[in-house]
């Protein structure tokens, strides 16, 4: 009897260690280029609890991310964080750009970015360190829209920046 229990533990115990989720740490970034408006818009995707964490490991630990209770502490606090973490070099310059505002939906933090007064892109190299301290396996995934050329790609700890060369005729 002992051993029929035994053999039933030994048998169920890794299914149900087998079941338990798997969390993914991903952001997405998306990037277009607005020619007519000489402007480079950017929405960055978070998940909450993530980025919540994050900022309260980085900042304060009292930090609660609610649309309702946001304050400009919150502000101050996203664009310190973005401006050191999420770089944009154009044509060899790296670039500065403005924290528009941010957006809740679901479990996602949306933040709006955007750089004026772009004029023309040969080369844009965008890093993006994102999260990376808080998740080994944090992945970035990047997709940007520029002269109706849409490409994407995956930046990781290991590898943090990716360079897109156009051509000047476009």
């Known amino acids: 009897m002992r051993l029929l229990i035994t053999l039933g533990l030994l048998i169920t115990l890794p299914l ?9 740490y991903v952001s997405v970034t998306k990037i277009e280029y607005k020619e007519t408006q000489n402007s480079l818009q950017i929405i960055s995707r978070l998940f909450i609890d993530d980025y919540e964490m994050l900022l309260r490991e980085r900042y304060d630990e009292n930090i609660v991310l609610d649309e309702a209770v946001w304050s400009e502490q919150v502000d ?22 403005t924290f ?23 080369a844009i190299e965008i890093t993006n360190r ?41």
């Open 16 to 24: 149900l260690t087998a079941t338990s989720s798997h969390k993914f």
């Open 130 to 170: 994102l999260m990376f301290e808080l998740f080994e396996e944090q992945q970035n995934i990047v997709r940007t829209k520029i002269y109706s050329k849409q490409k994407s790609f995956i930046l990781t700890p290991a590898d943090d920046k990716g360079v897109l060369n156009f051509n000047k005729t476009h």
């Open 76 to 97: 101050a606090y996203s664009k310190k964080y973005f401006s050191e973490k999420f770089k944009i070099t154009i044509n060899s310059n790296e670039e500065a750009y």
């Open 100 to 122: 528009v505002g941010k957006e809740f939906k679901d479990d996602i933090i949306y933040i709006y970015l955007e750089l004026e007064n772009i004029s023309t892109i040969n």
